[in-house]
């Protein structure tokens, strides 16, 4: 019975298939031999860092760092692990107080490629370093307003304005010793021979109240990355300040100097504003209400287009009637017009004096007949009783004296 079981074609194929997985065992061994090599540049990455946020903690230092693993592996495994990502997750959500860190790293931290398989034998023997260090400290944010400094020059005949910033403000968020550091963004401009306003989004600088740079600010989040920075570069112009003479109470443009100080202002705007401008006039005076000498302060009004660099804000006009005489009238030529409806209306006042101005040779062939003097009450409030309304002087027949000065008379007001 035994020589038949030797004799058998089935103890042949048997003893050939243990023969060739003992071979195939062996040459893979062979092929593919277990090696030690070192991992390294793993990038650590952390886990629960929402957690953190809602703290109001975050990781200030240690957020960025490698490890290297020493491993024993096949060669199959190592060109996996080669061409994987490798990477050491420390857990943080636990972390509730601000501090320094230290967590070892253990074989449960490392998470390997894909590709590597429960089946895939590796022995990490041990990293470097031992622990992953980190800080976890307080998060902070804040808006900071965004300043400017000019480090450049303007073109001669040409004036910088004010910076303007959109927006006026950036928010900085981080650290929160770094963030309490921070007083405002600065953007510097260091153009020369400026003649146009310069308009360009620029990044900016973190600075403390003492204007230096904040120290380690590259490690803040800042939003916007950039600003809108608006520097206007306006024309200058020297103009002269004038006033309109209305010719009155016998006197002319000829008949008078004029005075005005200052004489002229330094006024800034764009170049195609102050083109046309020559001259900017403070209003109208009326010679008929001058007599002798006026002096008055009058404002310098400038269209909204442009500033007054000079910095006054109203100058002195003084005027002097010359060469002319005057002659005083005793007037009783008084006349009522335009009386209100259901109102009677009488003169209280029976005369008065009037003052006329001209050459001295048409002065005095001027009588008192020639004036007369109209006290209009179309726009009189009709109430009764007596007041004084203001009224005006005609001068009839002559064409080179004027009457001087404004008038009032007096009347009494009673229902018809």
């Known amino acids: 019975m035994g020589k038949k079981i030797l004799n058998s074609k ?21 092929a593919n031999p277990e090696v030690t090599n070192t991992l390294s540049h793993v990038q650590v990455v952390y886990s629960g860092l929402e957690s953190l ?41 636990g972390i509730a107080e601000p501090g320094e860190q230290s967590v070892s790293i253990t074989t449960r931290n490392i998470s390997f490629p894909r590709s590597i398989t429960v089946l895939d034998s590796i022995d990490v023997q041990y990293t470097s370093p031992g622990t992953v260090d980190f800080t976890v400290s307080r998060w902070a944010s804040k808006d900071v307003p965004v300043q400017g400094v000019f480090n450049g020059s303007v073109a001669e005949g040409y004036q910088r304005e004010e910076f303007s910033f959109a927006p006026e403000t950036v928010t900085v968020s981080g650290q929160e010793e770094l963030v309490n550091q921070v007083d405002h963004a600065l953007v510097t401009v260091s153009q020369e021979e400026m003649s146009t306003t310069y308009m360009e989004n620029c990044s900016y600088t973190l600075v403390d109240a003492n204007g230096e740079p904040v120290a380690n600010a590259e490690q803040l989040d800042t939003s916007p990355e950039t600003v809108l920075a608006t520097l206007p570069i306006v024309q200058l112009k020297e103009v002269q300040l004038t006033v309109d003479i209305i010719p009155g109470g016998g006197a002319t443009e000829d008949d008078v100097t004029v005075e005005i100080d200052p004489l002229t202002i330094t006024v800034s705007g764009e ?23 006026q002096t008055e302060k009058m404002p310098i009004n400038l269209d909204a287009s442009l500033t007054n660099v000079s ?18 009238l005793e007037v009783d030529n008084i006349e009522i017009i335009n009386k209100p409806a259901g109102y009677e209306a009488d003169l209280v006042t029976q005369s008065c004096t009037v003052l ?5 040779e048409a002065l005095d062939a001027v009588t008192a007949s020639q004036i007369r003097i109209v006290a209009d009450l179309s726009d009189l409030d009709p109430s009764t009783g007596t007041r004084t309304v203001p009224v005006r002087v005609y001068l009839d027949g002559s064409s080179e004296v004027g009457v001087v000065g404004t008038y009032n008379v007096s009347i009494s007001i009673t229902r018809s």
Request: negative net charge.
């Open 356 to 360: 006329v101005r001209g050459p001295q």
């Open 53 to 93: 946020e809602e703290r109001g903690l975050m990781i200030s230092e240690g957020a960025e760092q490698t490890v290297s693993l020493r491993i024993r592996a096949t060669r199959d495994v190592w060109r996996r692990l080669n061409q994987g990502d490798t990477t050491v997750t420390i857990d943080v959500s």
């Open 311 to 328: 910095g006054p804000a109203e100058a002195t006009v003084t005027v002097r009637v010359e060469g002319l005489s005057t002659k005083t």
């Open 10 to 30: 089935w103890i042949y194929v048997i003893l050939s298939v243990l023969l060739a997985f003992v071979l195939w065992l062996y040459v893979g061994r062979e």
């Open 271 to 293: 170049a195609a504003d102050l083109a046309e401008l020559d001259s900017i006039s403070l209003g109208e005076i009326d010679l008929s209400t001058v007599f002798g000498t």
